[in-house]
Every structure is written in structure tokens, then in C-alpha cells.
């Protein structure tokens, strides 16, 4: 273990000012690393074979790594004070790391061995997209497919509402987009567009043949789906809705609608 005492310390750099969307964002993905906040989730990321480059430890709570292999990776602890100036936030969960980012299967890799997957168009909030993670891992779909414009899933807030279910679930990049649906379908699949239009099929009513391979396609809190990526879907479905209530939040609709359709399948 190694003390740091100053916020500024150059050894810390990996978590510096860890509030600042932009800059995380501008940081994080070219230098190849993301960070896991919380003890469950950065031993999920080691199950998950994520290679560490550092942790950083309040210095209170040193002892709940003391199990842990840390290999050649530095463990640095501190005070609340310093992790507070140094991250832009009160630490409370005591524990943080910074990980190398393993390389993205491509999305033909990942339909290859997929049953059901969920796509997602322009989904840029983090935690919904962490939330949509831990619906998929839990509810039988096999992977994700993002758009580019989509968040990213190794995001501090989306690897923690997702409980680290981002490092169980595959996930790749779908592009160019939309045109890229033609592949899932060519793979097998059947692209079910989400949405709230009264006209759409509703889910429950899908045929077999619709539920055998579905790739359930949803788009942006509010906005929903792209003209162009409706004409590129084969079915528009619905979540029927009660009480005069327009849609679900699109993390809420993406585990309803994970739900029906693997609800037959065996546990």
C-alpha cells in the first residue's frame, strides 16, 4: 500500500475529477482504461478478466482488499478528504480501480452465438444504459448492440447501477447505423422496434416464429426511435400501457419487454 496524501499526486491521475462527464468521456475510452467504484463491482471486473492498473482505497478500509490478488497493480490509499478533492465526490462506497479495457468483439461475433439480443439507438443516459445492462443479464437476452452515439457502458455510473453486469454481457458497436440492421437480420433475427405507437403489435401477441430470435430495438429516453431506424425494423411493438400513460422509461420497457419474451424459457 502506498499513501497518497496530496489530490494532486500524478500517481492518482486515473481518477481525477470523476464527475466531469465530458472529461471522463474525452479521457477514458482513447487512454484504454475505466474505473469500477465499489468492492462487488471491481471483483466482478477481475472475474471478468479486466487487467487493473491501480486501486484506490480509503485509507479506513485498506483491510477489505486484503484477500484480494492485486498483482502488479498499486494499491493507494487516502483520506475521505484527499479522495474527495482528488475524484470531485464523498467516496462512500470506500473503494475504487482503474481497469484496462479489453478489445470490443465485432457485432457479427457477438450475434454468431446470440439467441436474443437488445439494440439501442442514441442512448446517451448512463444510467439507464447500466440499468438496461442488469435487465439483460437477468432476463434472458444474450447481448447488447449499441449505436455509436450511444453512451459508453464502462462509464463509472453505468458499470454501478448495472452492479458490474456490464462485464457479463457482451456488447458491441453497430455500425454503419442504420443501414447495420440488415446484418441481425441477415444472422437470423427478427428486429422488433419499441414503441408506444397505438397501431404497434403488442408484445404479448408476437408469434412464435417473432420470439424464436428477437433483437428488440429501443431508442432514446423521450425521443424514442429514428424514422430510419423504424423503416429498418420488421415488426413495431408495443408495450400496452394503462391509465392514459404514453411509454415506460426505456430501461423500465427494455426489462418488461425482456421479460415476455423469455418468460417460457427454463431457469
Known sequence: MELITEPDDERIGD????TDVELRTRWEPPHGLFIAEGELVLRRALRAGYPAR???????????LADLDTGDAPV?????????????FHVHRGVLASFRRKALPTAAEVLATARRVV???????????????RAVAALGVD??????SCADPLYRRS?????????????????????ALAQVRDAGFTVLAMTPAPDAVPIQRLGPAQ?????????AEGAGLTGAAMAASDVRVVIP??????????????AVACWELSRDDPL
Do not use: C
Open 211 to 219: 420470439r424464436a430470435r428477437a433483437a428488440l430495438l429501443l431508442g
Open 241 to 254: 400501457m394503462r391509465r392514459g400513460v404514453d411509454s415506460l422509461n426505456v430501461a423500465a420497457a427494455t
Open 54 to 64: 491501480s486501486y484506490l482505497v480509503d485509507a479506513k478500509r485498506v483491510d477489505q
Open 15 to 18: 481518477y481525477r475529477a470523476l
Open 76 to 88: 493507494y490509499a487516502a483520506t475521505q478528504d484527499v479522495l474527495r478533492a482528488a475524484t470531485g
Open 119 to 133: 439494440i439501442l439507438e442514441d442512448v446517451n443516459n448512463h444510467t439507464n444504459l447500466g440499468a438496461i445492462f
Open 143 to 148: 447481448a447488447v448492440l449499441l449505436s455509436l
Open 159 to 179: 458499470v454501478r447501477v448495472s452492479m458490474g453486469e456490464v462485464f457479463a454481457v457482451p456488447y458491441a458497436k453497430l455500425e454503419p447505423w442504420p443501414d
